[in-house]
């Protein structure tokens, strides 16, 4: 079993950046690729990024050139820095993890871009 924990999330102003942090605890030998997923209220849930336990990483095309993922496997963290942040960037943003074929999710932090 492996459990999740968001932390970072908070108020911040347009144009202006925040980093996400997401520690796994538990089972955490072998954890596979990590993720970060969003939702707004009213919206359903939408894919942010994708790291590989390589390194390799992949983004949504409306973060793409803005957000940054990466990990550090020693720490089993996953990190999003969001640089340039728009008001509909606002939403509670969760992260994911797999091992040996089963997803874990953890609560989610909230993020709100406002002036």
């Known amino acids: 079993q492996v459990q999740l924990v968001e932390s970072g999330g908070g108020l911040v102003q347009p144009g202006r950046s925040l980093r996400l942090s997401c520690a796994a605890s538990?089972?955490?030998?072998?954890?596979?690729?990590m993720g970060w997923y969003r939702q707004a209220p009213g919206k359903e849930r939408e894919w942010v990024a994708t790291?590989?336990?390589?390194?390799?990483?992949s983004y949504a095309s409306s973060v793409k050139g803005r957000f940054t993922i990466s990990r550090d496997n020693a720490e089993n963290t996953v990190y999003l820095q969001m640089n340039s942040l728009k008001p509909e960037d606002s939403a509670v943003y969760y992260c994911?993890?797999?091992?040996?074929?089963?997803?874990?999710w953890g609560q989610g932090t909230q993020v709100t871009v406002s002036s």
């Open positions: 538990g089972s955490v030998f072998r954890i596979d690729a």
């Open positions: 994911n993890t797999f091992r040996y074929g089963l997803g874990y």
């Open positions: 790291v590989t336990r390589a390194g390799a990483t």
